[in-house]
């Protein structure tokens, strides 16, 4: 079955580029398309959606809102977030508040269909560019201890990296099922239940 996809930007010629885009993969299917996301909360309900992908600056109402609105009632989803800005304040704001990932619009025509999967996958995606700022934030000092083993931290940083569980167990020489462990064990002591808490929760505490 393909994945469903609920998009949002206001620019009406990227709108049907992205529409086309999408209609055009055998592995996806959009739902819907709209230039704001002041209904989001009823268009999940309607659309039932798998991902979202959702613009930073739009009218009515804009990303960073409406991904507030989604975290509200559902932290589970994934939401990565399109935009031109490639600066720390709308990247971390996003991020912080929830994010699954980030995409420069520019990136768009050749990252999309690998963004949708990773995410999908457990990833973050990120472009490098928006990688560079989130782990130069996360590398300033103010860090809280949350009493996470070496090995906890090491995978807790491969998450916000926008590693899936697949990469993480390749890279640390374990089983999918011992990062499983490793990941409950992290959530429990943070406190949170799923990957884009954990990342936002890193971020805005600078955890690591």
């Given at each position: 079955?393909?994945?469903?996809?609920?998009?949002?930007?206001?620019?009406?010629?990227?709108?049907?580029?992205?529409?086309?885009?999408?209609?055009?993969?055998?592995?996806?299917?959009?739902?819907?398309?709209?230039?704001?996301?002041?209904?989001?909360?009823?268009?999940?309900?309607?659309?039932?959606?798998?991902?979202?992908?959702?613009?930073?600056?739009?009218?009515?109402?804009?990303?960073?809102?409406?991904?507030?609105?989604?975290?509200?009632?559902?932290?589970?989803?994934?939401?990565?977030?399109?935009?031109?800005?490639?600066?720390?304040?709308?990247?971390?704001?996003?991020?912080?508040?929830?994010?699954?990932?980030?995409?420069?619009?520019?990136?768009?025509?050749?990252?999309?269909?690998?963004?949708?999967?990773?995410?999908?996958?457990?990833?973050?995606p990120m472009?490098?560019?928006v990688?560079?700022?989130?782990?130069?934030?996360?590398?300033?000092?103010?860090?809280?201890?949350?009493?996470?083993?070496?090995?906890?931290k090491?995978?807790?940083?491969?998450?916000?990296?926008?590693?899936?569980?697949?990469?993480?167990?390749?890279?640390?020489?374990?089983?999918?099922?011992?990062?499983?462990?490793?990941?409950?064990?992290?959530y429990?002591?943070?406190?949170?239940?799923?990957?884009?808490?954990?990342?936002?929760?890193?971020?805005?505490?600078?955890?690591?």
């Open positions: 079955m393909p994945i469903k996809v609920l998009l949002y930007e206001d620019n009406t010629e990227l709108r049907d580029s992205l529409s086309s885009l999408i209609a055009f993969s055998e592995d996806l299917e959009l739902v819907a398309a709209y230039e704001h996301c002041a209904d989001v909360l009823r268009h999940l309900d309607t659309y039932d959606p798998e991902i979202i992908l959702m613009d930073i600056d739009m009218p009515v109402m804009n990303g960073l809102e409406g991904l507030k609105l989604i975290r509200s009632i559902n932290t589970e989803i994934p939401v990565v977030m399109l935009t031109i800005f490639d600066d720390n304040e709308h990247i971390l704001n996003s991020i912080m508040n929830g994010a699954t990932g980030y995409i420069l619009k520019q990136h768009l025509t050749t990252k999309l269909d690998f963004a949708i999967k990773e995410a999908l996958n457990g990833g973050a472009s490098p560019a990688a560079r700022l989130v782990l130069q934030h996360i590398n300033n000092p103010g860090k809280k201890n949350y009493n996470l083993t070496a090995r906890e090491e995978i807790l940083q491969s998450l916000t990296d926008g590693n899936s569980y697949k990469m993480i167990a390749a890279n640390e020489g374990i089983s999918i099922g011992t990062v499983t462990t490793h990941i409950k064990n992290i429990e002591k943070l406190g949170v239940h799923s990957q884009a808490e954990a990342v936002s929760k890193t971020l805005r505490e600078r955890i690591l």
